[in-house]
């Protein structure tokens, strides 16, 4: 069974950082990333990795965000610098199933970032 589990979230001061990790347990997984959802917003994609390392960011968190993940734990991490009221939301992990291509998500993480 499949469950993703994640941790990190919370208020923090603009400019500040947080680090969010998520793991993921029951399966060998593919890409894993991030994903955010402003109230009154589509979800949307904030960074992934793949198997073999390479990461893609959304244009607005370029520089500031940085995803990162351990293979042997299954776990994949958001290191959230500069951060700024936009980017408060909820953040859910994502990962495929190598197996199946499935995607699982995370329950999601609350991030509150005030001005």
């Known amino acids: 069974q499949v469950q993703m589990v994640e941790s990190g979230g919370g208020l923090v001061q603009a400019g500040g950082s947080l680090r969010l990790s998520c793991v993921a347990s029951g399966s060998i997984f593919n890409a894993m990333g991030w994903y955010r959802q402003a109230p009154g917003k589509q979800r949307e994609l904030v960074a992934t990795?793949?198997?073999?390392?390479?990461?893609n960011y959304a244009e607005s968190v370029k520089g500031r965000f940085t995803i990162s993940r351990d293979y042997a734990k299954n776990t994949v991490y958001l290191q959230m610098n500069s951060l700024k009221p936009e980017d408060t939301a909820v953040y859910y992990c994502n990962a495929e199933r190598e197996s199946t291509r499935q995607l699982y998500w995370g329950q999601g993480t609350q991030v509150t970032v005030s001005s």
């Open positions: 990795i793949t198997n073999g390392g390479s990461r």
